[in-house]
């Protein structure tokens, strides 16, 4: 898993969000669905909750410790439908400033885990960090490879934003292993980046850019992605 977080999807007919509405920086966001080869993306509604809680309750102890400790004080998601129902409002508002993405994903209509754009910062940066995790029962397929890609994608074409970057715990080799079907490129470590599970972690930072995407756009499409027709 991947710095951040979090039923039956159908499908599309391209990896292009269907959408008609607008948030301010022009991206078009209210009814969101991306499509790689294998998964389906979408934002969750209150009625995922059950495979939603489900997937989180089986999975607590393998993600918590790569995400930052919950307050004791904060109803879980998990273990309560209307925490998660506040979760997606909470979650619909930021996809409609333009702020940040999360994004459940699917693999042949069931839920399987999350992979967001957070942070997204406009101005001279043009920014945004990814983060992800899955059912560990789904693990080791590449699906949240593909997901990233398909992530990318929606970044670079649909938001126009000019670099996204993936923060990782060195020790977490299964989120690396992601970075590393990838290719995106090391940037450096950071020291005592985020809070994880109680803990002021290091995390290595990885880059990639518009310029990057445009020239490894053909192969990360033929591998992870639908064509766009």
């Not at 945004?128 to 693990?139: L, P």
């Amino acid at each position: 898993m991947s710095g951040g977080s979090r039923n039956t999807a159908g499908s599309a007919s391209s990896a292009s969000p269907i959408i008609r509405s607008h948030h301010p920086a022009g991206a078009q966001v209210t009814t969101l669905r991306l499509q790689g080869k294998r998964v389906t993306m979408r934002p969750l509604v209150p009625s995922d909750h059950a495979a939603w809680s489900e997937v989180r309750l089986r999975n607590g102890e393998w993600l918590s410790i790569w995400e930052p400790r919950r307050s004791d004080f904060i109803a879980d998601p998990a273990n309560d439908y209307q925490a998660f129902e506040r979760r997606c409002a909470a979650r619909d508002r930021e996809r409609l400033a333009g702020s940040s993405y999360t994004l459940g994903l699917f693999i042949e209509n069931t839920f399987a885990g999350e992979v967001n754009l957070n942070n997204v910062v406009r101005g001279a940066m043009q920014t945004g960090t990814v983060g992800y995790w899955i059912d560990r029962a789904r693990a080791g397929h590449g699906y949240i490879a593909e997901g990233v890609a398909v992530l990318s994608r929606f970044a670079f074409e649909e938001l126009k934003l000019h670099r996204i970057e993936v923060c990782i715990i060195p020790r977490n080799i299964n989120s690396k292993k992601v970075m590393e079907k990838l290719a995106f490129r090391v940037e450096g470590l950071a020291e005592r980046f985020l809070e994880i599970n109680g803990v002021w972690e290091d995390h290595l930072r990885y880059g990639f850019t518009i310029e990057e995407w445009h020239n490894r756009k053909a192969a990360l499409t033929q591998q992870w992605l639908i064509a766009k027709t």
